[in-house]
DNA sequence: ATAATATATCACCATTTGGTGATATATTAT
DNA sequence: ATAATATATCACCAAATGGTGATATATTAT
């Protein structure tokens, strides 16, 4: 019954990797950062830390392949490819990326930690992340928003600034407290939808001026 | 030449106490919260560790203890005297508060740390200050904004709640990264500029529909 | 089958970290 | 002046942590 595939390998480089790679990813939902402690990553990946060193170099190699390894903003390019047209300049475009936003980083644990990392620590990898996502988004900018909102195109920019470090924010705060935010409870769908429909609101009259 | 006053002693408990104090305020605007180990305390403090768990029972106590020192929200609450009248349902307190928010966050490092911790920790001093600053708001709220838009006050809280929570999350990221944020750069005045004139853009259209 | 190599484990070390008992010195009380 | 107390330091420990050489076992090549 012995096969000789890779794939049922009693020893598989790869497979370990990944195994490393999946620990990282436990272990940040569950304690964070801080929790990514060279034998506690072993431990979780049920491997010896010494193929840790071997694979990535150590545990700043193993971190950074990790976050490599994610593509947290494929969500906003338009992945599913039903963006709605961009004859209004990007408005109805600019409300879906919002709510779509505001939800995704709500469901993923792991982009709240990799957002607030890179806010804490400085590390190439997190500045890559930022990076790819101010590349995703001058796409918007450029192409649309910028040609339709003309000498106020900063200030759009700067809408959208607001709102989607607000989005951020306001997840990543519901995530870990139990408190409300302005009186608004960010885990309850109603309190959720009052921030969409605010959401949409600030969009509609920032489009309305023009 | 010996004092006998309490301030000119060699030996004073209540100035190593606040030198524990302020050595916890240097690391975590240095090195943030993560370089708050019990040594490098004790060390910044020029004190020896014993005393800070004689007088605080240790790292925790000391730092519960300065987190209770710092009135962060005490900028909020009108300290100034200046506040406009509030005739116009808030209105200009409001655009006036988010400004000097805006501001005041960008110049305090430590609140920013203590904002970013509050997103991390589950530490009950970290809690008292969230919800310190959840009752602050419920007075502007309550008393002011709330009557004002009737039954559209949770979209009043709602706009209210991405503007602070994008103030935090733009400022905080403006202090430890070096990129732009949706193609502004929010260390320069041009590009802070723009951040304010989009909170006052907002809450004027926020205000323009009633 | 045997040798060579890749994969994985183990035992061990140095350093850092949190924590404490014993002790010394300054201050105060008698 | 002396004793009692408060303040501060020192030496030391145990546990946690990062890191590595030696070794074992699975896999592959000959």
Redesign the interface.
């Known amino acids: 019954m012995k096969e000789k595939t890779s794939a049922g390998k009693v020893r598989n480089k790869e497979k370990s990797k990944q195994k490393f790679l999946d620990a990282v990813g436990k272990i940040l939902n569950t304690k964070?950062f801080?929790g990514l402690k060279v034998n506690d990553i072993a431990q979780v990946a049920g491997l010896d830390k010494k193929l840790m060193y071997s694979y990535f170099g150590g545990r700043d190699g193993l971190i950074d392949a990790y976050i490599r390894s994610k593509d947290f903003w494929s969500n906003v390019k338009d992945g599913d490819g039903t963006s709605p047209a961009i004859a209004d300049g990007g408005q109805a475009f600019t409300k879906s990326m919002l709510l779509s936003q505001f939800d995704y980083v709500h469901k993923n644990k792991e982009l709240q930690k990799i957002l607030?990392w890179?806010?804490?620590e400085?590390r190439k990898a997190l500045?890559n992340v930022?990076?790819e996502r101010?590349q995703n988004?001058?796409l918007l900018?450029e192409s649309i928003t910028d040609p339709h909102f003309g000498e106020h195109a900063?200030?759009f920019?700067?809408?959208?600034?607001?709102?989607?470090?607000?989005?951020?924010?306001?997840d990543?705060?519901a995530n870990?407290?139990d408190?409300?935010?302005?009186?608004?409870d960010?885990k309850s769908p109603s309190g959720r939808s009052?921030?969409e429909?605010?959401?949409n609101?600030?969009i509609d009259?920032?489009y309305?001026e023009h």
Do not use: D, H, M, P
């Not at 920019?157 to 306001?170: D, E």
């Not at 408190?179 to 608004?184: N, P």
């Open positions: 964070g801080a607030l890179g806010l804490i400085n500045k930022a990076e101010e988004g001058a900018f900063n200030r920019r700067a809408v959208a600034a607001l709102l989607i470090s607000g989005i951020y924010y306001l990543i705060y870990t407290n408190f409300t935010f302005c009186g608004l960010l009052e921030i429909q605010a959401l609101f600030i009259k920032t309305a």
